[in-house]
């Protein structure tokens, strides 16, 4: 029988987010040391933040000078995707899961560890999240204070080719069901297709990343829920319900079982 | 310009707000079909979007970064661990501009 992923394994899978996050927070700290922010203020922004985009939209406004409503309003436009991710893990943690569980995993909902989140099997152990967070949100801090201190040191190929960690999880994470479920291939695909449809048409330009990545996540995700309802107690039950009976609970057996009751 | 510290401290919040009402307002589990669809689409959607094009703008060259991209895609399909998927990308982009482009 499949164990519940702890600590430990959220930690071993925090390490790619750790790797990405440090590349990405070294840019964010020379970001931060061209508009006169100290160590020790970027280092606490990234601690008390933990999140790449509304950080660097932040040092806009703050070396704008602009109201601190100004600043609310685009952290709340920029991180409103989080809120989605929440919601989904609402759902992913037993009902029953204590408040201050729930305080601290709230800390933890970046894209990445968000990612990782939803991704185990059956409910999400609070613990899993913390072990990433543990390995990742260090890095994250870590990475802003030396880009402020150390500035260009690190050759650009270098963290070029460690920030692509981030994506390659993400992958990690959208391929393997896909190869069991055609229907969530093809909304990969199309979700895929979109976004570039997005990124790359002027008409869309004026609408920032942080909206276009809502704006189709509800389209798309609404879309295939009301064309394609998933019927039964889907994924995590079915896993659940297997646990139980005990008897097929092999990997792969599960893993079928998963993308078969998806579409009953 | 206000403090550094005041700005801080009102990103911080209203990120946490953002992050952690869902999680503590919906407490039970949602019974609607449709929006449980809804929830169990979202992480694939969303996690698309965020990966395409913006692999291809995160490194030096869009090909490197399409490589990354390839690479990722067939070790995930095959089944190898997130770890092993996320560090071959990184090495193939590496490996890619360093003797490609």
């Known amino acids: ?264 | 310009m206000h403090d550094v510290y005041l700005y801080i401290a009102v990103m911080a919040a209203v990120t946490y707000l953002i992050r952690v009402l869902p999680l503590t307002l919906i407490r039970r589990e949602i019974r609607s079909v449709t929006v449980r669809s809804f929830l169990y689409y979202l992480p694939y959607v969303t996690l698309s979007v965020m990966t395409f094009p913006a692999i291809l703008d995160a490194t030096n060259s869009e090909w490197s970064g399409l490589a990354g991209l390839v690479i990722a895609v067939a070790l995930a399909w095959k089944g190898f661990s997130l770890f092993s998927v996320s560090v071959a990308a990184c090495v193939l982009v590496f490996a890619v501009e360093l003797f490609v482009c």
């Open chain 1, 1 to 264: 029988m499949e164990q519940t992923r702890g600590f430990l394994d959220g930690m071993r899978d925090g390490i790619p987010i750790a790797l990405g996050y440090f590349a990405v927070s070294f840019t964010l700290g020379i970001a931060c040391r061209n508009i006169g922010m100290s160590a020790a203020q970027a280092t606490v922004m990234s601690l008390t933040n933990l999140t790449s985009a509304g950080e660097f939209a932040a040092l806009g406004i703050m070396a704008a000078g602009s109201s601190l409503w100004e600043m609310a309003l685009s952290q709340l436009v920029i991180n409103l995707r989080y809120m989605l991710m929440s919601c989904s893990l609402s759902q992913k943690m037993a009902p029953d899961t204590p408040l201050f569980h729930r305080l601290l995993v709230g800390y933890g909902v970046t894209d990445e560890i968000f990612g990782i989140s939803v991704n185990v099997p059956g409910r999400l152990d609070p613990r899993y999240t913390y072990g990433a967070v543990c390995v990742a949100a260090p890095s994250w801090a870590l990475g802003t204070c030396l880009g402020v201190v150390l500035g260009n040191v690190l050759p650009m190929r270098l963290v070029a080719a460690l920030s692509v960690a981030l994506y390659g999880m993400f992958i990690a994470i959208i391929v393997p069901p896909a190869r069991r479920d055609r229907l969530l291939g093809l909304l990969i695909l199309l979700s895929m297709a979109a976004s570039w449809l997005f990124a790359r048409l002027p008409i869309f330009e004026s609408i920032s990343g942080g909206m276009k990545v809502i704006i189709l996540t509800v389209l798309i995700s609404g879309a295939a829920a009301v064309l394609f309802p998933v019927h039964g107690e889907a994924a995590k039950a079915a896993k659940t319900a297997k646990d139980a009976e005990g008897a097929k609970s092999v990997k792969d057996g599960k893993d079928a079982a998963e993308a078969e009751d998806t579409h009953a």
